[in-house]
């Protein structure tokens, strides 16, 4: 084989794996597609135990040093409630998982590329941009590509899929993608100038028909999200699409918005749909996905990095434990997959049906969920889900009665 590993695609995933059995002495070529990593408007926020899985990879000083940012509090706020009642006790962040200060951001652009510079100064060989023309998998696999105006094919013992929602290695493999019915669209924008906003805070809330979501990125900036109804598809499109964006930022419930609506726009404005996406078996011979190619989490849990960078370390745990000359046994790594994904999709529904639908009979659906919640909390596992890992909370609270007890089904409150 010319290779041990041929990853596809050099962004989180593929660069994370690539350093990672780089380090440990594989061969490994990392093909990418971009010229220049671009601001996709996603993947800049890393849950606790994401954090801990960066640790376990070895990668996790290396986005300390290209500035990753920690936040250490969470502030939810709603229009049933007076802001200072939602600022009078911030959740600490720091609680989720031992060690971890809280969830860590970093830009996603800078992101990609302080990993994919790792992977080569690991010993991986790194190509951009890369044309992949085929994929053949199977005893053999191999990878034929277009670099420098040179076509050439290459083997490998493996291919790995680290190519993204319309994953080419997906479909060369024929896994299929499962995917549920969206719920409401989900827009983001990085801002920066943003001057009155706590660098430490980040902070989810709903009033009329928007929902927001807010993480500083340090120095400024701040990433934020915003979720409405399906219906509004065009709610913020045209040139001045941003600045109607930011404007909804400005919300009574929560005062300190107004530093959010006041920033500058500094990058592109998308709006995606909020679906859960995921595949039976990440793996097939010859192949196996990581990230977003072999699934991907409601994007309102802010998950896939922390989903990512777990498949990495049981990918390469697979590799790593494989004997000589022997096919890699991904079983391990496709149970969990499926039972992890199973479990953040029931808590994405959960968080969306609170905090991403409008209205009166939401508005009063979101007061009963908090004033329940105050007097007990185990109404909000699936926000400990989202922070500190779903195997970390009990299997119970992903039933279909927990959700019923959480949105306050009468069945399931005993009426």
């Not at 076509?151 to 024929?174: E, P, Y």
Request: include cysteine; hydrophobic fraction near 40%; charged fraction near 20%.
């Amino acid at each position: 084989m010319d290779h041990d590993l041929v990853i596809i695609g050099g962004g989180i995933g593929g660069s994370a794996l690539a350093s990672v059995m780089a380090r440990a002495g594989w061969s490994v070529l990392v093909l990418e597609k971009s010229d220049v990593f671009e601001d996709r408007v996603r993947g800049e926020w890393i849950a606790p135990w994401g954090v801990l899985e960066t640790r376990r990879v070895g990668l996790y000083d290396t986005l300390i040093g290209a500035g990753g940012h920690h936040l250490t509090e969470h502030i939810t706020y709603d229009e049933n409630f007076p802001p200072e009642e939602c600022e009078a006790a911030p959740l600490p962040l720091g609680m989720m998982v031992p060690d971890v200060p809280g969830p860590l951001c970093i830009g996603h652009p800078h992101h990609c590329q302080t990993l994919y510079d790792a992977a080569a100064a690991a010993g991986a060989t790194c190509l951009r941009p890369v044309t992949v023309e085929t994929v053949t998998l199977g005893a053999a696999p191999s990878v034929t590509f277009t670099h420098d105006g040179n076509t050439q094919t290459v083997t490998a013992r493996l291919i790995v899929g680290a190519d993204g929602r319309q994953s080419m290695v997906r479909a060369a493999a024929d896994i299929r993608l499962h995917q549920d019915k969206p719920h409401h669209w989900f827009a983001g924008l990085l801002v920066d100038n943003v001057k009155g906003w706590d660098p430490k805070r980040q902070a989810i809330g709903t009033e009329g028909g928007f929902g927001f979501l807010a993480f500083p990125q340090g120095q400024d900036r701040v990433r934020v999200y915003g979720g409405y109804a399906l219906e509004e598809k065009g709610r913020f499109a045209g040139e001045d699409g941003p600045e109607r964006f930011l404007e909804a930022f400005r919300m009574e419930c929560s005062p300190d918005n107004a530093a959010l609506a006041n920033g500058t726009p500094a990058g592109p404005l998308y709006s995606f749909f909020n679906n859960d996406s995921w595949t039976d078996d990440p793996s097939v011979p010859g192949c196996v996905l990581v990230g977003d190619a072999a699934g991907w989490n409601d994007p309102i849990n802010g998950l896939g990095l922390s989903i990512t960078y777990r498949d990495v370390r049981l990918v390469s745990e697979a590799l790593l434990a494989a004997p000589a000359g022997a096919a890699p046994d991904f079983s391990a790594y496709a149970e969990e997959r499926a039972e992890r994904m199973r479990r953040l999709r029931f808590a994405g529904q959960v968080q969306s049906a609170l905090d991403m639908e409008f209205g009166a009979e939401a508005k009063a659906r979101r007061h009963s969920y908090h004033t329940r919640k105050a007097a007990d909390p185990t109404l909000g596992m699936h926000g400990i889900a989202i922070m500190a890992g779903p195997e970390n909370v009990p299997a119970d609270y992903f039933t279909e009665a927990h959700r019923a007890r959480v949105l306050g089904v009468p069945e399931a409150a005993g009426a």
